[in-house]
C-alpha cells in the first residue's frame, strides 16, 4: 500500500477558479505534510507546510489538514496560467527522517 | 535565503562508467537525501544520511552508494552505469524543522 497517494490528473480550471488538490496518507504517524510544485524540468519547490488540524493559509494558497480522516489538500485561489505545474503531497513521520511522496498530480490553468 | 547546489545539471555517460554527482547545502542541515525522479513512478529514494559518515539505504539503493564526509556535501556514486539509471537525480536537505529542499537537479542519461 502507498504511503502518499495523490490523483495523477491532470486537473485543468480556468484562470481565476479555485483549484483544489487532494492527498491522502496511510500512516497515522505522520507529522508533517508539505505541497511542493515542479514546474516542468525543474525541481520541486516547496509551497507550504501545516502539523495541525485546520486550515493554514499563504497567500492565495490554503493548505487544510484532517488527521483523523487523514487527507491534506491544498487550494489556489484565482488560479494562474503560472500556477500550470506538478504538485506533490510530502508526509514526514512522527520517528525517522524519510519523506514519503506522493506521484504528484498534474494541473494546467487555462487562460 | 537556503541553497542546495548540485555540481551538474546535464551528464550523458556511458555504460560501465562510474559516475559521480555531488551536492553541497549551505543550511547547516543535518539530513541530506538522494532521490531519483521518472514519469509516472514519482520520487524514489535512494539513500540518506543524517549525520557525518552516515548513511541509511532508502527503497533503491541498488547499483548506488554514497558519501558524507562533511556535513555540507553528500556524494551519490553509481559503480557502474547501466541505462536503467538514466534519470533525474535530486537531492535534497532539511533541518531540525524538517522541511526538505531540494538542489535544481541533474538530468543524467547513459548511453
Known amino acids: 500500500q502507498k504511503e502518499v497517494e495523490q490523483n495523477s490528473g491532470p486537473l485543468s480550471v480556468p484562470e481565476g477558479a479555485i483549484a483544489s488538490l487532494n492527498c491522502t496518507y496511510s500512516d497515522r504517524g505522520s507529522q508533517s505534510f508539505f505541497w511542493y510544485r515542479q514546474y516542468s524540468g525543474k525541481s520541486p519547490e516547496l509551497i507550504m507546510f501545516i502539523y495541525s488540524n485546520g486550515d493554514k493559509e499563504d497567500g492565495r494558497f490554503t493548505a487544510q489538514l484532517n488527521k483523523a480522516s487523514q487527507y491534506v489538500s491544498l487550494l489556489i485561489r484565482d488560479s494562474q496560467p503560472s500556477d500550470s505545474a506538478t504538485y506533490l503531497c510530502?508526509?514526514?513521520?512522527?520517528?525517522?527522517?524519510?519523506?514519503?511522496f506522493g506521484t504528484g498530480t498534474s494541473l494546467t490553468v487555462i487562460p | 535565503d537556503v541553497k542546495v547546489t548540485q555540481s551538474s545539471r546535464y551528464l550523458v555517460k556511458r555504460t560501465g562508467e562510474k559516475v559521480f554527482l555531488e551536492c553541497v547545502q549551505d543550511m547547516d542541515h543535518e539530513n541530506m537525501f538522494w532521490y531519483r525522479q521518472d514519469p509516472g513512478l514519482g520520487l524514489r529514494l535512494i539513500y540518506f544520511s543524517y549525520d557525518v559518515k552516515m548513511k541509511e539505504k532508502g527503497d533503491i539503493p541498488e547499483g548506488y552508494s554514497v558519501s558524507r564526509e562533511k556535513k555540507e556535501r553528500f556524494s551519490l556514486i553509481l559503480e557502474s552505469a547501466s541505462t536503467n539509471q538514466t534519470s533525474m537525480y535530486l537531492c535534497?536537505?532539511?533541518?531540525?524543522?524538517?522541511?526538505?529542499?531540494f538542489g535544481p537537479g541533474t538530468r543524467l542519461l547513459v548511453l
Open positions: 535534497a536537505s532539511n533541518g531540525g524543522v524538517k522541511t526538505q529542499y
Open positions: 510530502a508526509v514526514n513521520l512522527w520517528t525517522g527522517n524519510q519523506f514519503y
